[in-house]
């Protein structure tokens, strides 16, 4: 996908500019064909190298955060739903909140994302209305909005609040 990706120049740039803001230092993601069996690698370029870097030598959060980018990039203005589950896998707390961004700005009513996280740092990052919360009663699951409760947030940050169960549900643990 990645490779079909970069022959679009708009999600080609996206891609790039998403990659570097969130791991500081990296210069260049791209793709290409092995002569010997066909297949199709990753290779990453970083500042101050000369030479690229295969897949393997890169950590496991910006190839987690690759395939996020490649699979909301990939639906960009089409009908659709990309489901995520726990986007802050082995990213930092502040190249969540970019994550996040990235992922409000390419969401729509037509395209929606839905991420489910037991994390603070992208609770923190979502916006009130944006936050569903996940109860079990009776054996069955019930959503509900944050922006529904009748607690008003006011100056506590909206991940302390999930944390103090002010929303009353989507415990944290």
Same mark, same amino acid.
């Given at each position: ?12 740039? @996206?891609?790039?500019? =998403?990659?570097?803001?969130? +791991?500081? !230092? ?11 069996? !066909?297949? *199709? ?13 295969? @897949? %393997? $030598?890169?950590?496991? #959060? *910006? ?9 909301? $990039?990939?639906?960009? #203005?089409?009908? !659709? ?5 726990? /986007?802050?896998? #082995?990213?930092? /707390? ?5 994550? &996040? ?5 390419? @969401?729509? /009513?037509?395209? /929606? ?8 740092? +992208?609770?923190?990052?979502?916006? &009130?209305?944006?936050? =569903?919360?996940? %109860? ?8 509900? %909005?944050?922006?529904?409760?009748? &607690? ?12 103090? %169960?002010?929303?009353?549900? !989507?415990?944290? =643990?």
């Amino acid at each position: 996908m990645l490779s079909f990706l970069e022959q679009k120049a708009p999600q080609r740039e @996206a891609i790039l500019e =998403w990659i570097e803001l969130l +791991v500081p !230092g990296m210069e260049k993601v791209t793709t290409e064909q092995q002569r010997l069996d !066909g297949r *199709t690698v990753i290779k990453f370029k970083e500042a101050g190298t000369r030479n690229y870097f295969p @897949a %393997n $030598l890169i950590s496991d #959060g *910006t190839i987690y955060a690759l395939c996020i980018m490649t699979a909301i $990039l990939s639906r960009d #203005g089409s009908l !659709g739903l990309t489901l995520i589950e726990e /986007p802050e896998r #082995g990213i930092h /707390p502040n190249g969540i909140a970019e994550l &996040v961004t990235m992922m409000r700005e390419h @969401a729509s /009513p037509e395209h /929606p994302v839905l991420v489910t996280t037991h994390s603070e740092s +992208v609770v923190r990052s979502s916006q &009130v209305q944006e936050l =569903w919360l996940v %109860n079990k009663l009776d054996g069955k699951t019930v959503l509900k %909005n944050a922006a529904k409760s009748s &607690v008003p947030l006011q100056t506590l940050p909206l991940d302390k609040a999930w944390l103090m %169960n002010v929303f009353d549900g !989507g415990l944290p =643990w």
